[in-house]
Structures are given as C-alpha cells and as structure tokens.
C-alpha cells in the first residue's frame, strides 16, 4: 500500500521561498505536485519519474524544482520567487506507472496549505 504525508506548507511573501516535502511509502515510478486554489480546477505542478526526469507546468518553470532522494522515498518541491497566484492547496501524487502531469495519479496526500501575500 503506497502512502502519502506531506509537510512544509505556510505563509510566505509575495518573492520569497518555501519547501514542500512528501514522504512516500511503497513502491511508486511517478510522483507529482498538483495544487488546486479556491473555485479553481486541479493543475498539475510538477512531476518526476524514477529515472529523475522532471517536468513542469509553464506557469512554474524557471521558479519550482521537483526533486527526491536517493532513495526515493521523500519528494520536494522547492519554489522560489512565489507569487499571489501561486496561493493554494498543494497535494504530493504518485503511481506505479509511468505518468504525466495530465494523467490521473492512483495515489495522494492530503495536502499542505500554501498562501503568498502581496
């Protein structure tokens, strides 16, 4: 059974930093990051695969970084230079299979709060 425990959600300043980490347990391929806003639909963050790929949605690239250790059993996502917009629930993903950020995960957290103030 694979589990999901994020943490490092808060309150940040509009340009300033946070980390997101996800504590995976069992086995997975494919974890992401998604957030979804208040009145908002669901969108896909980030996604990485075992073999250490990462992709990202065009509204993050060049301010998040998706990672893992070693081991694979802890996900980050590292966001630099926040944003307003980027206030949202943010949820940790995962699944056996090969996915991207568009295809529906098998497995979630549940969730860390992230607010950016002006």
Same mark, same amino acid.
């Given at each position: 059974?694979?589990? =999901?425990?994020?943490?490092?959600? !808060?309150?940040?300043?509009?340009?300033?930093? #946070?980390? =997101?980490?996800?504590?995976?347990?069992?086995?997975?391929?494919?974890?992401?990051?998604?957030?979804?806003?208040?009145?908002?639909?669901?969108? !896909?963050?980030?996604?990485?695969?075992? /073999?250490?790929?990462?992709?990202?949605?065009?509204?993050?690239? !060049?301010?998040?970084?998706?990672?893992?250790?070693?081991?694979?059993?802890? #996900?980050?996502?590292?966001?630099?230079? =926040?944003?307003?917009?980027?206030?949202?629930?943010?949820?940790?993903?995962?699944?056996?299979?090969? #996915?991207? =950020?568009?295809?529906?995960?098998?497995?979630? /957290?549940?969730?860390?709060?992230?607010?950016?103030?002006?």
């Amino acid at each position: 059974q694979v589990q =999901l425990v994020e943490s490092g959600g !808060g309150s940040v300043q509009a340009g300033g930093s #946070l980390q =997101l980490s996800c504590a995976v347990s069992g086995y997975t391929f494919s974890r992401a990051w998604f957030r979804q806003a208040p009145g908002k639909e669901r969108e !896909g963050v980030a996604t990485i695969q075992n /073999g250490g790929i990462a992709t990202y949605a065009d509204s993050v690239k !060049g301010r998040f970084t998706i990672s893992q250790n070693n081991a694979k059993n802890t #996900l980050y996502l590292q966001m630099n230079s =926040l944003e307003p917009e980027d206030t949202a629930m943010y949820y940790c993903a995962a699944d056996r299979r090969w #996915l991207s =950020l568009q295809d529906a995960y098998e497995y979630w /957290g549940q969730g860390t709060q992230v607010t950016v103030s002006s």
